[in-house]
C-alpha cells in the first residue's frame, strides 16, 4: 500500500494520468472514463452510507445495508485498480473481480427482495436521504457499464466479470434503496403518465400573455 505523502504531483497539469504501471494517457481515455465513473459510484455510495449512520444503532436493516455497501465499496476500488493496471503490469495477488462477486450481489439481492412487496409499476428515484443517494449510486453505476461495455468492445483485457459484476450492481442498488425506504415507512413515488401540475394557487396574480 503506497503512502500518500503529496496528494498534488503537478505531473496531471498537461491533461495525462499515470496508470499503475507508470504509463501515462490522457484523462479523456476510455479507460480514465470507466474507472473515474467506478469511483462517482462509490462516492454517492459513500452518501448513503453517511445517511445510514445515525440510523445503523436501531435499524438492523441499516446495520445489514451498511455492511453491504462497505464491501460494495471495497469491490469498487479492486475494480478501479484493476482497469488502471494493463495486464503485463498485473501481479499474481492482485484483488480482482470475478463471477463470484456478481453472484454475490445476487445474493444480496433475493435476500432484501424477501422484505419487499412486488412492483407494479415503475418508481421514481427518492424517499429517505440514503434511498434516495442509493438511486443516485445506481444512474452511476450504469453509466459505468456503459463505460464498460465500450471499453471491453476495443480492449479484450476488461473481463466479462467486470461488466456482469457492475451490471449486478446497478440492480443491488436499486433493491436496497427500495429497501431502505421501506424499512423507514418510505413511501415510493410511482411513475404516473397522466399526472398534472398542481393547480394555481388561490389569488395568484395571472402570469401575462
Given amino acids: 500500500m503506497p503512502k500518500l505523502t503529496r496528494i498534488y504531483t503537478r505531473t496531471g497539469d498537461d491533461g495525462t494520468t499515470g496508470l499503475v504501471g507508470g504509463q501515462r494517457v490522457s484523462k479523456t481515455a476510455p479507460r480514465i472514463e470507466a474507472y ?8 454517492a455510495i459513500g452518501m448513503a452510507r453517511a445517511a445510514l449512520r445515525p440510523l445503523c ?19 469498487l476500488f479492486n475494480l478501479g485498480s484493476e482497469l488502471a493496471t494493463l495486464p503485463d503490469d498485473r501481479w499474481e495477488s492482485m484483488p480482482q473481480i470475478g463471477d463470484a462477486d456478481a453472484r454475490t450481489l445476487e445474493r444480496a439481492i433475493d435476500e432484501a427482495q424477501r422484505d419487499l412487496p412486488a412492483l407494479a409499476n415503475f418508481i421514481h428515484p427518492g424517499g429517505s436521504v440514503p434511498g434516495a443517494a442509493l438511486h443516485l449510486a445506481r444512474t452511476v453505476a450504469r453509466r459505468a457499464e456503459r463505460l464498460l461495455v465500450a471499453l471491453r468492445a476495443s480492449d479484450e483485457s476488461v473481463s466479462a466479470a467486470a461488466v456482469r459484476f457492475v451490471n449486478r450492481l446497478s440492480d443491488a442498488l436499486f433493491v436496497w434503496a ?8 418510505e413511501p415510493e413515488y410511482l411513475w404516473n403518465a397522466a399526472s398534472a401540475p398542481p393547480e394555481p394557487l388561490t389569488g395568484a396574480p395571472s402570469r401575462p400573455e
Wanted: hydrophobic residues 45%; negative net charge; proline residues 0%.
Fill in 36 to 43: 473515474g465513473t467506478l469511483d462517482e459510484c462509490s462516492s
Fill in 57 to 75: 444503532a436501531g435499524s438492523a436493516r441499516a446495520e445489514r445495508l451498511d455492511g453491504w455497501l462497505a464491501w460494495v465499496q471495497d469491490a
Fill in 178 to 185: 427500495r429497501w431502505i425506504n421501506d424499512a423507514l415507512a
